[in-house]
């Protein structure tokens, strides 16, 4: 076998994430590696904090990129804030839910699942439920954006509920960070992490998190050592921590870093509210097209995330085959359905640099044409105009 040097198509990706990443921030992975104590990256690793703040809407000073993707986001929020023997409520309404029961679990923690259908919001109702029957409870688990379904949930309503009962907060923001309001110190977020590579368009394999002085004070008062070495938070503030020795922990991936300091500016430059309306314009714009397509979207019309589109798919279509078609024939990526929405929905992301009116063009395009040739009724047209008119409307 011969190996040659890898050369990636080029793809629109209008899937779940990875979302499309921004020339510019490609441009900045490729500056000169610097050693991880530099001073000069030791200066990068500040003004991302900084950034990330904005970010979050936080002041709080516990706020930086874990080194790893989302799920090692989600399991550092775990490891740190549950201890064996711990009661946490998690409220499961699609895949991520499910993860932070297993995380749960491995802790030695306890947990205490609230189950609500796959396409809704978390029911606050539920919550304040299992609330008052598990009083033992300390930490109430959730995802605000549902990955899986295009699910929102209602943070600051299901972070209250938790406070009243004097649990501590862990909030998946995955997908919503950049692309939907996400307000830390307004809603009282106790931990919460992210990732980069969804409505932040920087590549994936960082994990954007923030910890209030409640969830530190927690940390350092628990009774038994994190369990994990590289993702205990005592140690990794060593590095990270204001006013830190930047003593070695790990060796920070500094390129990546570059370039999530670039997507944070980016956002910073475009502004947040003006990055969650045009996440929102477009999604109407996408809907107007699939509905006249004669799709569906699968969640109530107010708990619909902007940056995520679970669409049916229509009656008698062989859901692989044109997903298939639409990667080889117009290098479009959208995702497919998960756990019980396998074969049952696409996952249409209008994430990041991805959210633009072209794309939805393309896709509204592409999906009418292949599902026309499949033999399906459909209007293109018609369906490219009502996009048309949305976005100037
Ligand atoms: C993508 C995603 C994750 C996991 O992030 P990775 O970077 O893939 O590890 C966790 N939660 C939600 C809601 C996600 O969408």
């Not at 076998?1 to 490729?30: C, K, Y």
């Not at 005592?234 to 204001?242: A, E, F, Q």
């Not at 062989?318 to 298939?324: E, H, I, P, S, T």
């Not at 959208?334 to 009116?357: N, Y």
Request: aromatic share 6%; charged share 20%.
């Amino acid at each position: 076998m011969e190996i040659h040097r890898f050369n990636p198509p080029i793809r629109t990706l209008m899937g779940p994430g990875p979302s499309d990443v921004h020339p510019r921030i490609l441009e900045a992975l490729s500056r000169p590696t610097i050693g991880h104590l530099d001073p000069h990256f030791v200066a990068l690793m500040e003004e991302v904090k900084t950034l990330l703040q904005y970010a979050f809407q936080t002041d709080n000073a516990l706020t930086m990129p874990v080194s790893a993707p989302g799920s090692a986001g989600m399991e550092t929020c775990f490891v740190n804030l549950v201890e064996p023997g711990d009661e946490v409520i998690v409220c499961q309404n699609g895949v991520f839910g499910g993860r932070m029961k297993e995380n749960v679990e491995r802790c030695g923690g306890i947990p205490v699942m609230v189950e609500d259908p796959w396409g809704r919001a978390v029911d606050p109702q539920k919550l304040e439920d299992a609330l008052k029957a598990n009083p033992d409870a300390g930490v109430v688990a959730f995802v605000h954006a549902e990955t899986s379904t295009g699910a929102q949930s209602d943070v600051k309503t299901l972070v209250g509920l938790a406070h009243k009962h004097d649990c501590l907060t862990i909030v998946d923001a995955v997908t919503s960070l950049g692309g939907t309001p996400v307000k830390v110190d307004v809603w009282g977020v106790d931990a919460i992490y992210s990732g980069t590579q969804k409505c932040l368009s920087c590549v994936p394999g960082l994990s954007p998190v923030s910890f209030n002085e409640r969830a530190q004070e927690k940390i350092r008062d628990r009774k038994t050592k994190v369990q994990s070495w590289f993702m205990d938070l005592n140690l990794v503030m060593g590095y990270w921590g204001s006013g830190a020795t930047r003593s070695y922990h790990h060796t920070a991936p500094v390129n990546t870093l570059y370039g999530l300091h670039e997507a944070l500016l980016m956002l910073k430059e475009e502004g947040l509210e003006n990055a969650w309306n045009r996440h929102q314009r477009n999604h109407l714009a996408l809907r107007a097209g699939l509905e006249h397509l004669g799709m569906e979207l699968i969640v109530p019309e107010d708990e619909r995330l902007p940056q995520l589109n679970a669409v049916s798919i229509p009656e008698g279509v062989d859901d692989a085959r044109v997903r298939g078609r639409l990667l080889t024939e117009y290098n479009l990526e959208i995702g497919a359905g998960l756990g019980a929405l396998a074969g049952k929905v696409w996952r249409i992301g209008l994430m990041g640099h991805a959210s633009r009116a072209e794309n939805i063009l393309l896709c509204v395009g592409a999906l009418g044409a292949v599902l026309s040739d499949m033999g399906i009724s459909v209007n293109t047209g018609e369906a490219l105009s009502g996009v048309q008119k949305a976005l100037q409307g």
